[in-house]
């Protein structure tokens, strides 16, 4: 290579034209762009391009031919790109970039240009040959790739932030909580507790964390009954609902503990494992034990002194039998009316003393149920001058139970239906036979009660907070029902919308084995 001619290299003597003419066809068949710079001439110009190097820079022969390359470059000099390609020059050495160059109408193209020196026999640089690639597509595909690189770990770390602050946020819930809380793994081990539950065992974590729950302290959660129930919740997703221990734990002593157990699961974290959440109830109990021991104690001591009124007050009814005085025997009557009123609430509140400590005795016997039930209702008529009860239905049926506890539900029924219908008249009573079942439904078009308190009103002592004020009432005359309904097996309960008015129903098994959960008529 000694020359320039015609843009185009002439070669030595000993080369043909054919061989030269051959080996310039070979590069400009090549996809990849080639140019030789003779390093020998100031400034290192381009002496060769090929025809790839045309087409990829855009740049005819003519504009390119004399230049030094740096002209691709335009005015973006400042890269890494040109400082490795200058050293390599420098040096006569080799060199691989990847660097930015501009097509003739001011596109960008990513160049890998592969450099690489032709060197004399004194070891001279006379010329440089370069090979360039437009890689632009791969460039873009690469910095697609890093992009969404970036993008992927700028979310990883926005989510690993998220579920430290969620768990920094369960923590702080879990510290905070007034319960005692254990999370177990599905084979029941300890994975950890919170602090409420260290210092209301007074146990260490050392000892706690780790251990099957079913070791823990002095076997205390070794229990036959609630292991079955743990065991269950993962395969069925049941949860174990107000599970009461009474125990004499280490350290603490004898207390009752009331366990609720769900399955949990926190998205990408983990699954299958189950919260025990245990709340010590022992003074609460005892408390509420006191209460109900006042009731007991008060409702008989109210009840004795009662007892003696009524006495007197049938003595002086026979006494004044002969008086002429219309006022006086009225006065009279009335005291009787308010004596066996006050008598029938202290009645009630005894019954639910019995009803909470199980002292409640049936008597069963079989008894006509349409007979009972038309009594009740001529009765409750009676001492109604405002309402109108209608039957409808009958039952046909001779009834195995407690003829004056199912009076009493009855009794309870309509006296609600006519007291919370104060503009509504009519009240519906309907008897039928059901598949086995004595259904006897109370309707009324009174003030009704809303969907959320439905459930409530069974509840002892629950009064809907709307009536409260223009209703009498003690709030046990449902729970009494409920309890007496539930001890002969049937279902007590209401449908209702608040302003249409309520039915309260109730069903009663009719078939022995129904009719007898707690094996004959045991005093409870
Ligand atoms: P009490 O009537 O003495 O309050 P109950 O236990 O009989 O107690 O009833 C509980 C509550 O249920 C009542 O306070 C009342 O709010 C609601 N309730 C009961 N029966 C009816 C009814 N027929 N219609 C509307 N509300 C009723």
Not at 178 to 203: A, G, Q
Not at 264 to 270: V, W, Y
Not at 357 to 368: A, Q, R, W
Request: glycine letters at 6%; aromatic letters at 8%.
């Amino acid at each position: 290579m000694d020359s320039l001619y015609n843009g185009e290299f002439s070669f030595s003597n000993n080369t043909s034209k054919q061989d030269f003419e051959l080996l310039t066809k070979a590069l400009d068949a090549s996809l990849s762009g080639i140019i030789i710079t003779d390093n020998r001439q100031p400034d290192n110009p381009i002496i060769y391009c090929n025809k790839a190097f045309e087409d990829i820079t855009g740049y005819h022969r003519s504009e390119i031919i004399g230049h030094n390359c740096r002209f691709l470059q335009k005015d973006d000099r400042n890269q890494n790109a040109r400082h490795a390609l200058r050293d390599a020059i420098d040096n006569g050495t080799n060199a691989v970039v990847d660097i930015r160059n501009y097509k003739k109408d001011g596109t960008l193209f990513w160049n890998e240009l592969y450099m690489s020196p032709i060197k004399d026999g004194d070891n001279q640089v006379n010329y440089f040959i370069g090979v360039q690639n437009d890689i632009s597509r791969r460039k873009k595909a690469e910095d697609e790739v890093k992009s969404n690189h970036a993008k992927m770990e700028q979310r990883i770390q926005e989510r690993t932030k998220d579920l430290r602050e969620n768990e920094e946020y369960l923590a702080s819930i879990v510290q905070t909580v007034r319960e005692s809380l254990i999370v177990l793994s599905p084979d029941l081990k300890v994975l950890s507790v919170n602090d409420h539950f260290i210092n209301t065992f007074k146990v260490t974590r050392e000892e706690t964390e780790g251990k099957k729950l079913y070791d823990l302290g002095n076997g205390q959660w070794n229990i036959p009954e609630l292991q079955d129930l743990l065991e269950q919740i993962l395969p069925t997703n049941n949860p174990v609902t107000d599970f009461e221990v009474a125990h004499d734990f280490p350290h603490i002593g004898k207390k009752l503990m009331l366990l609720n157990a769900h399955r949990i699961e926190l998205e990408g974290q983990f699954k299958d494992r189950i919260l025990i959440a245990i709340e010590d109830i022992t003074d609460r109990r005892a408390i509420e034990q006191r209460k109900d021991d006042f009731l007991s104690i008060a409702s008989h001591e109210l009840k004795t002194p009662l007892t003696t009124i009524k006495g007197y007050v049938q003595i002086i009814n026979r006494l004044i039998k002969n008086y002429d005085d219309e006022k006086l025997r009225e006065s009279v009557g009335k005291t009787g009316l308010y004596v066996e009123r006050l008598n029938n609430l202290i009645g009630e509140l005894l019954d639910v003393s019995r009803i909470q400590s199980g002292m409640i005795e049936l008597h069963k016997t079989p008894f006509d149920f349409d007979r009972m039930i038309h009594e009740t209702v001529a009765n409750i008529q009676q001492g109604s001058g405002t309402h109108e009860i209608i039957l409808t239905g009958q039952t046909g049926v001779q009834f195995n139970g407690d003829e004056s506890h199912i009076t009493q539900v009855v009794t309870n029924l309509l006296s609600n239906a006519i007291k919370y219908s104060p503009d509504h008249k009519k009240i519906g009573v309907h008897l039928s036979v059901l598949s086995g079942f004595i259904k006897v439904a109370v309707t009324d078009h009174g003030v009704g009660i809303a969907k959320d308190e439905q459930a409530k009103v069974f509840d002892r002592f629950y009064r809907v907070r709307d009536v409260q004020q223009k209703f009498p009432g003690m709030g046990i005359g449902l729970y009494i029902c409920a309890s007496i309904i539930s001890n002969h097996n049937g279902t007590l309960w209401v449908e209702s919308e608040p302003g249409k008015g309520s039915t309260f129903s109730f069903t009663l098994p009719l078939t022995s084995n129904h009719a007898d959960k707690n094996g004959g008529d045991d005093a409870r």
